[in-house]
């Protein structure tokens, strides 16, 4: 039998996976793929429908691209496919789970912000990413960010003699992280003006709103169902909005619309959250999401939408 859990979204990436990041050679696409997945993921680290058009559009790679830098995240150990069809993907970010307080307390990085999912941020080089994610990673406004090359170097596993490639590496981030170099006690300094920095604009989306708009759309294609962005935002405020009040069938309503009209009408599923329990009984939506959607299992305690959770 299977049992519901409460699954909400996740935009964060472990410390362990921030150092990993540093440590190992990767393709810039393939830094740019995992912030995507990041995105879209549950407190488990899970993304079902990670769909190949999609995912080229967004990071402006064509299919081979993409499907190289999947590849290369799994035999690195940042992913685990889970299953996969022709044209999507079911993959689970490893060692990034954050269900309670003991996974906050190993340390993260919230990936939450619109720099790093800007067309200049996905043309950086390799490096250049690495090193604008481990600044975002040890800032702290009561420090000053002041590394020399050397350690800069050392963050990003460099081992050349010249710190010339450094230099251009931090001049090529200076619209997300301003610098500027400076002469310290030691020698010459890297100075990063933080006040400055783009960094802290995040997006007007939540995690859990990330999480919900791709879940949406998921079951959208699966089920064949047409949609705008305009209404996937509106549903996303409509679940947000009844989830505070406690309706619990908010999602068995959703389940009738999309089975019975082939389309997502907010205004229609407000209308029949909003009728009496005995005129609702009358109308042909009123149909559990499970008969709906064969397999998912309703979670009505939390802000996600239905998943499908295998029999334990």
Same mark, same amino acid.
Not at 35 to 42: G, M
Not at 80 to 96: E, F, G, H, T
Not at 225 to 246: C, H, M, R, S
């Given at each position: 039998?299977?049992?519901?859990?409460?699954? +909400?979204? !996740?935009?964060?990436?472990?410390?362990?996976?921030?150092?990993?990041?540093?440590?190992?050679? #990767? *393709?810039? +696409?393939?830094?740019?793929?995992?912030?995507?997945?990041?995105?879209?993921?549950?407190?488990?680290?899970?993304?079902? =429908?990670?769909?190949?058009?999609?995912?080229?559009?967004?990071? =402006?790679?064509? +299919?081979?691209?993409?499907?190289?830098?999947? *590849?290369?995240?799994?035999?690195?150990?940042?992913? &685990?496919?889970?299953?996969?069809?022709?044209?999507?993907?079911?993959?689970?970010?490893?060692?990034?789970?954050?269900?309670?307080?003991?996974? &906050?307390?190993?340390? @993260?990085?919230?990936?939450?912000?619109?720099?790093?999912? +800007?067309?200049?941020?996905?043309?950086?080089?390799?490096?250049?990413?690495?090193?604008?994610?481990?600044?975002?990673?040890? @800032?702290?406004?009561?420090?000053?960010?002041? /590394?020399?090359?050397?350690?800069?170097?050392?963050?990003? =596993?460099?081992?050349?003699?010249? #710190?010339?490639?450094? @230099?251009?590496?931090?001049?090529?981030?200076?619209?997300?992280?301003? !610098?500027?170099?400076?002469?310290?006690?030691?020698?010459?300094?890297?100075?990063?003006? #933080?006040?400055?920095?783009?960094? /802290?604009?995040?997006?007007?989306?939540?995690?859990?709103?990330?999480?919900?708009?791709?879940?949406?759309?998921?079951?959208?294609?699966?089920?064949?169902?047409?949609?705008?962005?305009?209404?996937?935002?509106?549903?996303?405020?409509?679940?947000?909005?009844?989830?505070?009040?406690?309706?619990?069938?908010?999602?068995?309503?959703?389940? =009738?619309? #999309?089975?019975?009209?082939?389309?997502?009408?907010?205004?229609?599923?407000?209308?029949?959250?909003?009728?009496?329990?005995?005129?609702?009984?009358?109308?042909?939506?009123?149909?559990?999401?499970?008969?709906?959607?064969?397999?998912?299992?309703?979670?009505?305690?939390?802000?996600?939408?239905?998943?499908?959770? /295998?029999?334990?």
């Amino acid at each position: 039998m299977a049992k519901s859990k409460r699954v +909400t979204g !996740n935009t964060k990436l472990s410390k362990k996976i921030i150092n990993k990041i540093m440590s190992e050679r #990767m *393709t810039t +696409t393939e830094i740019s793929l995992l912030l995507h997945i990041a995105l879209k993921q549950d407190v488990y680290g899970n993304v079902d =429908g990670l769909y190949y058009k999609d995912v080229c559009l967004e990071l =402006g790679v064509v +299919t081979q691209s993409f499907l190289n830098a999947l *590849t290369g995240l799994q035999e690195k150990g940042f992913i &685990y496919i889970k299953s996969s069809k022709s044209d999507a993907w079911d993959v689970r970010i490893l060692n990034n789970q954050f269900k309670d307080n003991s996974d &906050y307390a190993k340390g @993260y990085l919230n990936i939450n912000h619109k720099v790093l999912f +800007t067309w200049d941020f996905k043309r950086l080089k390799a490096n250049e990413k690495k090193l604008c994610l481990k600044i975002l990673s040890i @800032y702290d406004p009561s420090k000053r960010i002041m /590394p020399s090359a050397k350690t800069i170097a050392d963050w990003l =596993g460099i081992k050349s003699q010249s #710190m010339a490639i450094i @230099y251009s590496y931090c001049y090529n981030i200076r619209n997300f992280f301003p !610098n500027t170099r400076v002469m310290g006690k030691k020698g010459p300094l890297v100075k990063f003006d #933080m006040s400055i920095a783009k960094y /802290p604009v995040e997006f007007r989306h939540t995690a859990n709103n990330h999480y919900l708009l791709h879940k949406i759309k998921h079951i959208c294609r699966q089920k064949h169902v047409n949609y705008t962005t305009a209404d996937l935002n509106d549903l996303v405020i409509l679940i947000n909005q009844y989830y505070k009040k406690g309706l619990k069938k908010v999602f068995s309503i959703i389940g =009738g619309v #999309m089975a019975t009209t082939k389309s997502i009408i907010p205004r229609l599923i407000n209308h029949l959250i909003n009728m009496s329990e005995e005129d609702k009984s009358d109308t042909i939506f009123n149909l559990e999401l499970s008969e709906t959607l064969p397999g998912v299992v309703v979670e009505y305690d939390s802000l996600d939408l239905p998943i499908v959770i /295998p029999d334990s």
